[in-house]
């Protein structure tokens, strides 16, 4: 007698033991399932700890220090437990001897085909492909910005400098298995850490400068402005915590994955309270309801002298720029393994020339769109902001939930059954809401659109 399979990797018996099945190519090949807890965890923090949260001073400034401490402390305590939750759904399909390693593969057979093919597998190709392609405007207009901090009439575009980064990109993206960057991203590990620290030190010493000494946190504009603006920072924090790619990072674990997740979280969630906290808190402080986009961009103010010296915004911007390609390839992990099953022969080696070759010119395409739509759209984070409402909200803050309700079937009477329930209720209007503020915001800033603009 067998357990009922889905479109995982293994089947039970009757000794309750699993037996392997074959692996299709982008499993094996990319999701090698080789990994440590700790691999896990630095796999994990550059996932969720990347270059946007130095957004978090600008969305304190349309929340005030209440409100933002609040949002900020939810979104931790609740992604924290969302990808606990569907960790654990996880390890008990795993134990049931049918081990799930990518999220639509988790959807499928907890939800049904019909979810797992028209909402989940679009939903996070959308995520993860539209965060590929916002570390690849990033990563042009960090480079741009170190330009002109040395050349500041100089007469480069914004589009060289993103096909530049482009092609640090496509290096990158030769690296054959999510495993395979391990070690990078053990490097990105440090580096979020260091530009964190940059940031924090930046903003006390721009907030004791004589030129920065009136500090004003009141909330300002109309009232419908001040609410637009609360729900882009709801979204601008959701989106800073989100990540999408929960299952595939602990498809990356050697078997039996078992309580490792949990520990790579840990791992993980220290970085991220001790990075976003002082961050958030020590440029909304610098700064307040002046705070940029970007923490980075305050210190170099239209008028006036730099905050701080060249060398120091060079050395942060470098932190930056290395740790964002590292974000872009482990969010490029899901598009790798979809192109990996499509073209790839598994009973040939992966370094065959039958597919190594079709790995090459895939990935490389799959890198150059990027690239080019990065270079069109310099507008991109406001598209991206409703990416992030539609997609990053679903996929950590609600579709967890229902997973862990429909499969461990708690008791209506129990405490976890209506937490689980008002937090996926919650957040999929905060989805909704978040949604109809990036949209009014990409219509304030339609007239200004212009492709291949240089921003």
Known sequence: MKTEMGPGNREGDLNGTA???????????????KGTWIHAGFHLTTSIVAPALLSLPFAFASLGWAAGVICLTI???????SYNLLSLVLEHLELQGNRQLRFRDVSYHVMGPMWAKFLVGPIQFAVCYGAVIGCTLLGGQTLKFIYTIYHPGGGMKLYEFIICFGGLMLILAQMPSFHSLRHINLVSFVLCFAYSICAVIGSIHAGNSKEESEKDYSLVGSTPSKIFGALNSFSIIATTFGNGIIPEIQATLAPPVSGK??????????????????????????????????????????EGHLFLPKWFLLMANMFVLLQVSAVGMVYLQPAFEVLERKSADVKQGRFSLRNLLPRLILRTVAVVIATLLAAMLPFFGDIN?????????????????????????????SMIFWVNIIISVVF??????????????????????KLFANV
């Open 19 to 33: 037996k392997v099945q074959p692996l299709d190519a982008g499993a094996l090949f990319v999701l090698e399932s």
């Open 385 to 413: 902001a409703v990416i992030g409402a539609f997609g990053f909200m679903p996929l950590d803050f609600v579709l967890p939930m229902v997973c862990y309700n429909l499969t461990f079937k708690p008791s209506k009477r």
């Open 261 to 302: 997740m949990f520990k790579g979280l840990s791992i993980c969630y220290v970085v991220v309270v001790s990075t976003f906290y002082s961050v958030a808190i020590s440029g909304y402080w610098a700064f307040g309801n002046k705070a940029a986009g970007t923490i980075f961009s305050n210190f170099v103010p239209s």
């Open 75 to 81: 979104g931790a305590v609740v992604t924290f437990y």
């Open 428 to 449: 999929s209007i905060m989805a909704l809401l978040g949604c109809v503020a990036a949209i009014r915001q990409i219509s304030l800033d339609a007239s200004s659109y």
